[in-house]
T-cell receptor, first 114, second 108 residues
């Protein structure tokens, strides 16, 4: 039973380009969460999704960031027109449905913006 | 004041020592996670608990809901335990709020 998969593991983009980060949840998990870890800072919640629904996006920056979790395929975190301040580790976690379920984390995608 | 406070921020121990990391929180929660992160590495969930005590190998986690406090204990510490340990509380709605982490170094 594979764990949470994220790709790419490392992503380099130049300022102004787009970054797409993918997350495949564990088998049987229908909830996905995205977290960001800025350099020398703690983890921060970004967005919580179920299949085809955004449940809570209170941690998402208002501009340039979007997330989706389609009926088929992985969840995608998309960052448009990246800036140097977007350089961070982005972690995805997944859980089963219902309340109070343990979240399992992926290995993260380390985004570097040049 | 952060919603989740961890102490100590840094901890150096000798191999074999008993280690305690503390976590206090100020909000209502449905559960609490203890996570482990190695430098440049991914995040591993060690425990999720909402009451009482859990044990896995040399790791023990306790939580006191009334006092809004949790502890992570490592018995017979080993250099491979060196990592960042992160307390994260699950607010109602499944969102995790993280502490700043405790950097543990175990020397042989």
């Amino acid at each position: 039973n594979a764990g949470v998969m994220q790709n790419p593991r490392h992503l380099v983009r130049r300022r102004g380009q787009e970054a797409r980060l993918r997350c495949s949840p564990m088998k049987g998990h229908s909830h996905v969460y995205w977290y960001r870890q800025l350099p020398e800072e703690g983890l921060k919640f970004m967005v919580y999704l179920q299949k085809e629904n955004i449940i809570d996006e209170s941690g998402m920056p208002k501009e340039r960031f979007s997330a989706e979790f389609p009926k088929e395929g992985p969840s995608i975190l998309r960052i448009q027109q990246v800036v140097r301040g977007d350089s961070a580790a982005y972690f995805c976690a997944s859980s089963t449905s219902g309340t109070v379920n343990e979240q399992f984390f992926g290995p993260g995608t380390r985004l570097t913006v040049l | 004041k952060n919603e989740v406070e961890q102490s100590p921020q840094n901890l150096t121990a000798q191999e074999g020592e008993f280690i305690t990391i503390n976590c206090s929180y100020s909000v209502g929660i449905s559960a609490l996670h203890w996570l482990q992160q190695h430098p440049g590495g991914g995040i591993v969930s060690l425990f999720m608990l909402s009451s009482g005590k859990k044990k896995h190998g040399r790791l023990i986690a306790t939580i006191n809901i009334q006092e809004k406090h949790s502890s992570l204990h490592i018995t017979a510490s080993h250099p491979r335990d060196s990592a960042v340990y992160i307390c994260a509380v699950m607010e109602y709605g499944n969102k995790l709020v993280f502490g700043a982490g405790t950097i543990l170094r175990v020397k042989s």
